[in-house]
T-cell receptor
Framework: DAGVIQSPRHEVTEMGQEVTLRCKPI?????LFWYRQTMMRGLELLIY????????DSGMPEDRFSAKMPNASFSTLKIQPSEPRDSAVYFC???????????FGPGTRLTVL | GESVGLHLPTLSVQEGDNSIINCAYS??????FIWYKQESGKGPQFIID?????DKRQGQRVTVLLNKTVKHLSLQIAATQPGDSAVYFC????????????FGQGTILTVHP
């Protein structure tokens, strides 16, 4: 198994631009998670899905952030418009069920200039 | 004003020593716990897990201890190696009705040759 796949691995953009991060979870995993990691705030859960349905989006910073999961093998996290304070590493993770381990992707390092 | 980042606990050990990393978890109803290791530039990686019906579990060179009375989790690494240098996170699952893990802030382990 290839594990959780994220793209791009690095993204540099200018303030105001739209950014789309992509994730392919491990096949068969029912749960998908989006995290943000910064030196200031550590690892923060933004949103998670169960069977493609958003369950908890309380960690999404504001309306500029949106996440979708159109099918079991793909999810996107979109920031529009992006701001310099959005610069962080964004991780996607997936999990089979609440009694199993959670696997993280390699992350996308986002820099907003 | 000057920004302040997270002040993670740190542990420095000599190669070959045993390391103990501690974690206080928040929810007495949590039933599943995981330790993750995060190396620089990578996503968190699963190390070992333990369920709430156990108080000890051993892996290869690692042991996790669970004390539910005081809501404390520890990770012991035997014969610590330079490759063990990383940030270590504990995570708790609040029960099978919750799909998400709650992560601690992390501990920085530095192993000196």
């Amino acid at each position: 198994d290839a594990g959780v796949i994220q793209s791009p691995r690095h993204e540099v953009t200018e303030m105001g631009q739209e950014v789309t991060l992509r994730c392919k979870p491990i096949s068969g995993h029912d749960y998908l998670f989006w995290y943000r990691q910064t030196m200031m705030r550590g690892l923060e859960l933004l949103i998670y899905f169960n069977n493609n349905v958003p369950i908890d989006d309380s960690g999404m910073p504001e309306d500029r952030f949106s996440a979708k999961m159109p099918n079991a093998s793909f999810s996107t996290l979109k920031i529009q418009p992006s701001e310099p304070r959005d610069s962080a590493v964004y991780f996607c993770a997936s999990r089979l069920n609440p009694e199993s381990e959670q696997f993280f992707g390699p992350g996308t390092r986002l820099t907003v200039l | 004003g000057e920004s302040v980042g997270l002040h993670l606990p740190t542990l420095s050990v000599q190669e070959g020593d045993n390391s103990i990393i501690n974690c206080a978890y928040s929810n007495s109803a949590s039933d599943y716990f995981i330790w993750y290791k995060q190396e620089s530039g990578k996503g968190p990686q699963f190390i070992i897990d333990i369920r709430s019906n156990m108080d000890k579990r051993q892996g290869q060179r690692v042991t996790v201890l669970l004390n539910k009375t005081v809501k404390h989790l520890s990770l012991q690494i035997a014969a610590t190696q330079p490759g063990d240098s990383a940030v270590y996170f504990c995570a708790e699952n609040w029960g099978t009705s919750y799909g998400k893990l709650t992560f601690g802030q992390g501990t920085i382990l530095t192993v000196h040759p």
